[in-house]
């Protein structure tokens, strides 16, 4: 199994930055993608952005992208989320999630951490 934590959330003003943090352990040599998500009050979970563990090739998406910089600390089992320009409706619990599979979804989730962007 895989285990990944994530850390970094807060309260920023809208235009402010933060990183957050995703550290995996436990069979992390079986990780083939790393990704964040995110679930704003009252609605679904939704994509934010996501890396491949070998390679480093990123997504994302267009809400955030321009905005959003996922990266991989190669050497250590953490990712980073840059999160620049933060807009209020950017306020979400942001979740961690990794998978064995270069495709579909995710098997390992993190507890998430809370990020609010005031206006």
């Known amino acids: 199994q895989v285990q990944v934590v994530e850390s970094g959330g807060g309260l920023v003003q809208a235009g402010g930055s933060l990183r957050l943090s995703c550290t995996a352990s436990g069979r992390t040599f079986s990780i083939s993608r790393l990704a964040w998500f995110r679930q704003a009050p009252g609605k679904e979970r939704a994509f934010a952005a996501s890396?491949?563990?070998?390679?480093?090739?990123?997504s994302y998406a267009d809400s955030v992208k321009g905005r959003f910089t996922i990266s991989r600390d190669n050497a250590g089992n953490t990712v980073y989320l840059q999160m620049n320009s933060l807009k209020p409706e950017d306020t979400a619990v942001y979740y961690c999630a990794s998978s064995p599979y270069d495709f579909g979804g995710y098997d390992y989730w993190g507890q998430g951490t809370q990020v609010t962007v005031s206006s």
């Open positions: 890396i491949k563990w070998s390679g480093g090739r990123t």
